[in-house]
């Protein structure tokens, strides 16, 4: 009877330890590379702060609007980081996180290589939705491209080749 239980036992703890890699495969690689992220900070992003950004922030900008499930996030970022890393020029990259608060945010910080800021969102989201775009149907990923001229290009998923040379002119 005792090596059922502990046969029982093992089984258990097995399971305690595989579940989670499958239920969420990118938590356990999130805090293993957490770690390694240069940014050790989370800035709160509510409904006053894209006014903010668009009047004072850098130039020129990225601001990729995730969640932490988005499969083809992180791919829309590398694709931008690529062709920041190309220009040469230094660019504000910045992942505005839309479903995870505060310093729990940085556990996604290894998907988006090249990020300079994180943002999460800290307040009511469809308001701070309408506040970034009213017509944005929070469809992710989003992306707003503001040009050293303050001038912005709005993009759902990857922009095109044109669109990106036209934000780093």
């Known amino acids: 009877m005792n090596s059922r239980f502990d046969l029982f ?8 330890l595989v579940l989670p890699s499958v239920y969420m495969p990118n938590a356990a690689l ?14 709160d992003f509510d409904a006053s702060t894209w ?6 922030g850098p130039r020129p900008a990225a601001y990729v609007f995730t969640n932490s499930f988005c ?26 996180l839309m479903d ?10 290894h998907h988006y ?13 469809p308001a701070i939705r309408q506040a970034v775009d ?16 303050g001038k912005l290009q709005r993009v759902t998923g990857q ?4 669109q990106l040379k036209a934000w780093l002119l």
């Open 51 to 56: 006014t903010k950004l668009l009047r004072s």
């Open 159 to 162: 922009p095109d080749a044109k």
């Open 134 to 149: 009213p017509t944005w149907r929070n469809i992710t990923p989003y992306l707003v491209l503001v040009g050293k001229d």
């Open 100 to 109: 995870v608060q505060g310093q729990r945010a940085l556990a996604h910080a």
């Open 30 to 43: 999130a805090l293993a590379e957490h770690k390694h992220s240069a940014i050790t900070t989370v800035a």
């Open 113 to 125: 290589a090249g990020v300079t800021k994180i943002y999460a969102f800290d307040g009511f989201e």
């Open 71 to 96: 499969a083809t996030c992180p791919e829309a970022f590398d694709a931008l980081h690529q062709r920041v890393l190309a220009s040469g020029k230094p660019v504000e990259m910045a992942a505005i």
């Open 9 to 16: 036992r093992r089984v258990l703890l097995a399971a305690a």
